[in-house]
């Protein structure tokens, strides 16, 4: 594998269920991000994690969770999720945290219903 | 609070013809600028990336230019092919940090 992985790539569950999406980045990077991309809306900065810490939290809903326990692995874990909450979720990761360039996996779709 | 805009929102152009994609944004006090290229259901993929002291960056047929002055980038494709039919989104970075504000992306057909 190389790049960003992300799976599952697709996912459909109900508003009770719970669920996790995963990412993996092979490139040796430090920082980790999940975006939100709604349709007809520009894609929303969720989470950065740092070095395994998280530095930024965008006024996400509690029913969104997310997990780093190493640089290479990022999880957002899912519970009594809304349908407005049907997205791509894409994960990315960076060299460093300030400034680097970041590259993207090729996201989750997620349908809640 | 930081706004991307870019204009137009879908472009279809015949195969061959050169293609400019705009962007502005609202604080010119910026570290750098992204332009992405995004496939239906995918994930993005970086095309080019320009810092805030530079004017222009250029990768095969692909040509992205910065005005910071004036919240202005153009990323400019030549000899469009249809295999460039894609999102094309642009995305800035605040000087502190590493949050990128994106724009809507433009929607780009290029018909055979």
């Known amino acids: 594998e190389t790049g960003v992985t992300q799976t599952p790539r697709h996912l459909v569950m109900g508003m009770t269920n719970k669920k996790s999406l995963k990412c993996e980045q092979h490139l040796g990077h430090n920082a980790m991000y999940w975006y939100k991309q709604s349709a007809k809306k520009p894609l929303e900065l969720m989470f950065v994690y740092s070095l395994e810490e998280r530095v930024e939290n965008n006024s996400v809903p509690s029913r969104f969770s997310p997990e780093c326990p190493n640089s290479s692995h990022l999880f957002l874990h899912l519970h009594t999720l809304q349908p407005e909450d049907s997205a791509l979720y894409l994960c990315?990761?960076?060299?460093?945290?300030?400034?680097?360039?970041?590259?993207f996996g090729p996201g989750t779709r997620l349908t809640v219903t | 609070k930081q706004e991307v805009t870019q204009i137009p929102a879908a472009l279809s152009v015949p195969e061959g013809e050169n293609l400019v994609l705009n962007c502005s944004f609202t604080d010119s006090a910026i570290y750098n600028l992204q332009w992405f290229r995004q496939d239906p259901g995918k994930g993005l993929t970086s095309l080019l990336l320009i810092q805030s002291s530079q004017r222009e960056q250029t990768s095969g047929r692909l040509n992205a230019s910065l005005d910071k002055s004036s919240g202005r980038s153009t990323l400019y494709i030549a000899a469009s092919q249809p295999g460039d039919s894609a999102t094309y989104l642009c995305?800035?970075?605040?000087?502190?940090?590493?949050?990128?504000?994106f724009g809507e992306g433009t929607q780009l057909t290029v018909n055979p």
């Open positions: 990315a990761s960076s060299q460093g945290y300030e400034g680097y360039e970041q590259y």
């Open positions: 995305a800035v970075r605040e000087t502190s940090g590493s949050r990128l504000t």
